[in-house]
């Protein structure tokens, strides 16, 4: 059975763990990088959740896991709120997987 983590700040995702959640708190991009590229390694995860603040930081890195079909890397609200940097990332892989903006239509 697939497992659902989260990587982020400790204030951000402290909550997540009475959910059952794996929790991962970090303190740098550089970090959360490393604690991603391992949770995916290890191929226990479907679903990993990363703060926005992380996430902005870590495009590059986080662009390689793209189009594998496990684990889906979501981008969150961290502690201070959205950026709007995660819904952007959703309505792009949307409009990737279906060929059109089906969630705003602007």
């Given at each position: ?5 989260i ?29 991603i ?18 996430a ?22 961290g ?28």
């Amino acid at each position: 059975m697939y497992k659902i983590a989260i990587v982020g700040d400790r204030d951000a995702v402290l909550g997540f763990m009475a959910l059952g959640f794996s929790v991962h708190d970090v303190t740098d991009a550089e970090t959360a990088a490393k604690k991603i590229h391992a949770l995916v390694k290890s191929g226990d995860y479907a679903v990993i959740f990363l703060t926005e603040n992380y996430a902005a930081q870590l495009e590059e890195e986080l662009s390689r896991y793209k189009d594998l079909p496990l684990p889906a890397i979501v981008s969150i609200p961290g502690q201070g709120g959205s950026t709007g940097y995660g819904m952007n990332n959703i309505r792009s892989a949307v409009e990737r997987a279906v060929g059109a903006d089906i969630l705003f239509k602007e």
